[in-house]
């Protein structure tokens, strides 16, 4: 399986359109691959909270329309990274907005959508500006099950190992990462991998927005831990050969997951 991560540059003179644009002419650049993937917030830009609300959308928004008419056209699976979602579906109070990844077909189709689950910020920022996700979401390609996660979510072990016990053999991770935590990018990516025993790809912006410098440094990780590929800072396509009988190779010559006693029964405490 053919894997592109397209680590696009955000930068603030650069406008939301046009960045779309580009992106699509990216992915209709990745004929031959089988899956691209985008970062997280890319149209916007993950720090530019003051322009959630203006740049929300459906979907089957702006972005999605791009993006669709790109994979199409390249004919590959598509992680298009996450857009600022407006929620209309009923789901949730009018207005509320969501970190939404979107997954498309080589036809072009939405698939799936995953809402991120745990929000970056503390008491502010997108902690304070979205709702969460509350859906473990995997998508199943013809050559391995995907599980969804984004950026922060990286932090938090378990939802990845809820992905695993839903059969994902490849967790990919969009994610807008500051560049003073590039260290703990790297070290959790390798984390969530060798835990798991699964290809970990995890796609970065690169640029400077809102006023944060973006880690970059996307990175594809096999179950073993060994990392594949790793990008610089600046705008960059890593495109990596993977074997998704990896997997099920590792699992079964180290089958770590096999001993797992606490979230499979209740343990006692002791106090």
């Given at each position: 399986?053919?894997?592109?991560l ?9 406008s939301v ?6 992106a ?7 004929r ?20 959630f ?10 972005t ?23 929620a ?7 207005g ?37 996700g ?11 099950t ?21 059969g994902?053999?490849?967790l990919?991770?969009?994610a ?5 935590r ?32 973006q880690?970059g ?14 990008a610089?800072?600046d705008?960059?396509?890593l495109?990596?050969?993977?074997d ?19 979230g ?8």
């Open positions: 399986m053919r894997a592109s397209i680590q696009i540059a955000v930068e603030p003179d650069e359109d046009a960045r779309r644009r580009r699509a002419a990216l992915v209709r650049e990745q031959g691959a089988d899956l691209v993937v985008l970062p997280e917030l890319w149209p916007v830009g993950a720090f530019a909270y003051e322009s609300a203006d740049e929300a959308e459906s979907p089957d928004g702006p999605f329309r791009e993006m669709s008419k790109a994979a199409s056209d390249a004919g590959v699976w598509l992680h298009a990274g996450s857009i600022v979602e407006r209309e579906d009923g789901q949730a109070e009018d509320t907005l969501y970190n939404t990844s979107l997954v498309l077909s080589p036809a072009g189709e939405l698939v799936r959508t995953y809402r991120k689950i745990h929000r970056f910020g503390f008491d502010k920022g997108e902690a304070t500006l979205m709702g969460a509350g859906e473990l979401v995997t998508v199943r390609l013809p050559e391995t995907l599980g969804l996660a984004t950026c922060y979510d990286l932090r938090f072990p378990e939802l990845f190992r809820g992905l695993v016990d839903a994902a053999e490849t990919v991770v969009p807008g990462w500051p560049a003073r590039r260290a703990h990018w790297t070290l959790l990516a390798r984390a969530r991998a060798v835990e798991n025993q699964a290809y970990v790809l995890a796609c970065a912006t690169a640029g400077t927005h809102a006023g944060v410098e880690s440094h996307s990175i594809v990780v096999d179950p073993w831990g060994e990392v594949l590929a790793e610089g800072t705008e960059e396509v495109t990596v050969d993977l998704p009988a990896t997997v099920a190779t590792t699992r079964e010559r180290f089958p770590a997951l096999k001993d797992r006693r606490l499979l029964e209740t343990p006692s405490v002791t106090r």
